[in-house]
């Protein structure tokens, strides 16, 4: 259904509900101060767009839902220093989470974050008819390092549908803006990912150490823990 969402919360854990509509999401806040964060959520004819913004650094533990594709990227402003399942991604970079997936991130301070959902049939079939070949979800999610230019033009492509949700909602409830500004923004991104400058596997032993790490606090969540 078209139409968006914007949310200004005060609270870590309204923030954890509201973001776990794409998927499984845990945060631990790690940050001292004041907390703030801001959501927008965009539904357009077939892919989802989110943006947030967070005050302080956090540990995000999460899972994309069973029949969707993530893709998760950082706002041009952002500062934070971030890591994605224990590796620390390049400057101009996508994260690639295939349907499923289990992810750890974390940063450092205040962060601005980028997110696009569709389902995997959507990413293949607008591939081909934008690319001439099927981009299918890996096996594992990956981190790709994109081109500047291509980069920024989905970046502003994104912010440019999430300022339309924030100043004029009404517009993107229109078929036919929903469905132009939908295919700039699967035109970007399949352009994101058919020229990559290096696409990067994470190290699945620390994907693996940090999915038991989160195995063991929820099975005993109770009890006192300790690290030799």
């Known amino acids: 259904m078209l139409g968006s969402t914007i949310l200004k919360l005060s609270d870590p854990y309204e923030y954890q509900v509201a973001v776990g509509r794409a998927g499984d ?3 631990i806040v790690t940050g001292s101060g004041i907390y703030r964060s801001e959501l927008a959520f965009v ?3 077939h892919i989802g767009l989110q943006q947030g913004r967070i005050s302080l650094a956090r540990i995000v533990h999460g899972a994309t839902e069973k029949n969707l594709c993530m893709f998760a990227f950082l706002a041009a402003d952002n500062q934070a220093h971030i890591t994605f399942n224990g590796t620390e991604p390049p400057q101009s970079h996508i994260v690639f989470c295939c349907p499923g997936d289990e992810y750890v991130t974390s940063t450092s301070a205040e ?3 980028s997110g696009i ?3 995997p049939e959507t990413l293949a079939s607008a591939s081909q008819a934008l690319a001439r070949y099927e981009v299918i979800a890996p096996k594992a999610s990956q981190v790709i390092h994109t081109p500047p230019p291509l980069m920024g033009r989905l970046l502003n492509l994104h912010r440019l549908a999430s300022q339309l949700a924030a100043t004029t909602p009404g517009v993107l409830t229109h078929p036919e ?3 132009a500004i939908e295919q700039e923004l699967l035109r970007a991104l399949i352009a994101c990912l058919a020229n990559p400058a290096k696409a990067k596997k994470p190290n699945p032993n620390r994907q693996r150490v940090m999915q038991r790490f ?3 606090i929820e099975a005993k969540q109770y009890e006192p823990l300790y690290l030799p």
Request: charged share 15%.
């Open 25 to 27: 999401f845990k945060t």
């Open 117 to 119: 959902t569709l389902p």
């Open 214 to 216: 989160h195995q063991l």
């Open 111 to 113: 962060c601005c974050w």
């Open 43 to 45: 539904d357009l004819h």
């Open 177 to 179: 803006i929903a469905r």
